[in-house]
């Protein structure tokens, strides 16, 4: 999902409610495998790789990631979640899910296997609802998850 403000006082506010973590961000993501427990919250510290600088790696000294997550569905090898994001980092829920041995499904460059139902291109992440208020109106904008998803979780 992807917001552009048309003026220059839309784009200051939306700016600053983004810097604030005022917008509300949430995503569908399927992974391989299944979560801990059904409801939760992830904090982690990341920053770019130092071996490999297209990705995000955990690290001490990284930047921290907040997520909250909750378990939609499951089969036998995958888990549908949505995920809040309260923090926004690059590669977050990407990042999150890879170091919990649960990467999102066909994201080769974070640890999960290619998956045959889909493209190379497709991978099981979506932006699903985005929220946020605009000079005293609430705006709530929705997105379904791509038909693929479909097709990764009737297997």
Known sequence: MIVCALDKETFISLKKQFKERKVNKKYLVIIEGHLTF???????????????????AVVKNGKVSISEYEVIKTTNKHSLVLINLVTGRNHQVRVQMEYLNTPVVNDTLYGAKPNKL??????????????????????????????????????
């Open 118 to 155: 889909i493209t190379s291109a497709e991978i099981c992440l979506h932006s699903h609802i985005l929220n946020f208020n605009l000079f005293g109106e609430e705006f709530t904008f929705e997105s379904s998850p791509p038909d693929f998803f479909n097709k990764v979780l009737e297997v």
């Open 38 to 56: 059904e409801t939760g919250k992830i904090e982690l510290p990341l920053k770019r790789s130092e071996s490999n600088r297209s990705k995000r």
